[in-house]
């Protein structure tokens, strides 16, 4: 519970946000004769394997061959360590800027302690 003193109180501000266009709108084109997958320096052979697609009756071959094409065309927004992750560039996505009311910043004086 606060007390009526310590109370926030919200000042109502305005916070611009620009969206992209419909992400939809920009999706490459699929083929429907997927090509043969070709390994690649993100792509190898044991991150695939991790993915555990090739399980008996999980997906049709052709499916298969879809989803690593699909991954492939993709493969710049998977991050398998570390130093391949990014952020959001920004041009899709403008950075978020929260307003703020002009002020005085406040601290408490410390509670005196006696050593004990």
């Known amino acids: 519970y606060k007390k009526v003193d310590r ?6 501000g305005i916070v611009l946000c620009r969206f ?3 992400p939809l709108d ?3 084109i ?5 090509p043969e997958f070709v ?16 399980k008996p009756g999980f997906l049709w071959p052709e499916e298969e061959k879809l989803f690593l094409h699909i ?11 570390d130093s391949e992750r990014g952020i959001m560039h920004d041009s899709y996505f403008t ?22």
């Open 20 to 22: 992209p266009e419909n």
């Open 39 to 54: 390994l690649t320096s993100r792509l190898t052979a044991e991150r695939i394997s991790k993915f555990n697609i090739d």
């Open 7 to 12: 109370k926030v109180k919200p000042v109502p």
């Open 30 to 34: 699929l083929s429907p004769h997927v």
């Open 71 to 81: 991954l492939k065309i993709n493969e710049r927004s998977i991050a398998f360590t």
């Open 26 to 28: 920009t999706l490459p």
């Open 95 to 116: 950075l978020y800027v929260i307003p703020v009311v002009p002020h005085v910043p406040w601290k408490y004086k410390n509670i005196p302690i006696p050593p004990g």
